[in-house]
């Protein structure tokens, strides 16, 4: 477990700016101590006292609860005070610079969080959880990031973990005893125990996919030319008049953005410039922009009108991995029926002046997320998740190969202990300080 200073933190705990009430939380070993010097007590463990909160010198800053926490008890695991006063912005300073006048040191972000990681009362998928529920955007997505917090993510990552060691125990086994000439795949236990963790990475991916699109939602951006209705849709999904529309070509000249809800789905609607030739100065700035944002997009909504007929192909440098849903938008004009074709990419008869079709095409949306509602089994994941499941699932896959190729369970057994590895990063069992440091820096300072 990495190393950090034992010395006592202080920050505000709830947001800056006036309020009912301001929070400041002190951790450390020092706890008590400062607790005597400005509140002339200890208070009882874990029972809200009145208290009046004093200065160094003695003068009386504020009046309010104090509760105490003694470690490893807390939420730390070290010994915490806290103190419950008046939620204005100088009398919360007040208190955190006569707790740093007394010794304590102003905590960093996520500071908190990060010492109840190290001292074992969080691993760290729970501890970013914690950012996860604060930053939610969608019920779901609560719902799901305290699920993450009270260990339904870090259960599945240790349940494959647990299935991973007793596959190296077999594998490393049967190598360390090369006189019996094992044949590793007439070795039918074995091969049970491979197809059980394969089965387990595919589960996995499955669910932190979908925990990931839960957490960051999904960035569609809408394309076409002008006045094919593209902020019309943006207006009709988002239920507000966000952007104008009118017959003038290139109303349109900068990114417009807007979040939206579909299911519990947190989507960011990005709204573009038409792409067209020879534009004004304005216009082509709106249409770099627009091609800028092409590249970063989860998913792209390309807009033509029905009632000119073939579009022809979208003329611009996409990177193959991003999905397209062809929208042939003014079917209220051709009279088309809404629905959606067979194909790839997928194309949808919509109106944007009459709602037919918007339907198919929310569906078509949470679809091209992956997203279903997994009900009391889903939780928040994140990017750096996904990528170490996939990881740790490359090696798997390797090693499996080595096997079923060569017969080789000596690569077999190395790249399984990557995989474990690997699959250590996400839970925090294995970490580097870089990656703590980049994690809880995130965090709010306080939390």
Known sequence: MPEYARDTIVAAATP??????????????????????????????????????????GDELDSGIAL???GPASYTGESVLEFHGHGGPVVVASVIDAAVELGARRAAP??????????????????????????????????????????????????????????????????DFPEEEIDFL??????????????????????ATIGRVLRDGLQLVIVGKPNVGKSSLLNLLSGQET??????????????????????LAVELVDTAGLREDPDRIEAEGIRRAREALQHADGILWIQDASEGEAGDLDEEIPDEIPIIIL?????????????????????????????????????????????????????????????????????????????KNRAGELLAEDLRLSHEALGEVTGSMSSDDLLGRIFSEFCIGK
Not at 29 to 51: H, I, S
Not at 122 to 130: M, R, S, W
Not at 186 to 205: H, M, P, T
Not at 365 to 383: C, M, N, P, S, V
Request: proline letters at 3%; hydrophobic letters at 40%.
């Open 68 to 70: 105490y926490f003694p």
């Open 243 to 264: 952007a104008i529309v009118t017959e003038v070509a290139g109303t349109t000249r900068d990114i417009i953005r807007e979040r939206i809800e579909i299911d519990g």
């Open 16 to 57: 800056p700016g006036k309020g009912g009430i301001g929070i400041v939380r002190i951790s450390g070993d020092d706890a008590e101590k400062l607790a005597l010097a400005m509140l002339g007590k200890v208070p009882q463990p874990r029972l809200a006292t009145r208290a009046k909160i004093r200065s160094k010198n």
């Open 328 to 404: 042939r938008n003014k079917i209220d004009v051709t009279g088309d029926a809404p629905g959606r074709s067979r194909g790839n990419p997928i194309t949808l008869n919509v109106s944007a002046k009459t709602g037919a079709g918007i339907d198919d095409l929310r569906e078509t949306i949470r679809q091209l997320a992956g997203y279903r509602d997994l009900g009391e089994g889903a939780f928040t994941a994140r990017r750096r998740h996904v990528e170490a499941i996939a990881f740790a699932e490359q090696h798997f896959r390797r090693g499996r190969q080595a096997l079923e």
């Open 186 to 207: 007439s070795d039918q236990d074995l091969l049970r125990k491979i197809d059980d963790c394969a089965e387990g990475f595919a589960k996995l991916q499955r669910e």
């Open 110 to 175: 996520g500071e908190f969080s990060k010492r109840a990681f190290l001292n074992g009362k969080l691993d760290l998928v729970q501890a970013e959880a914690i950012a996860d529920l604060i930053d939610s955007g969608t019920s779901q997505a609560a719902r799901a990031a305290l699920r993450s917090l009270g260990g339904t993510f870090s259960h599945a990552v240790d349940n494959l973990q647990r299935q991973l060691v007793n596959l190296r125990l077999h594998v490393e086994a049967a190598i």
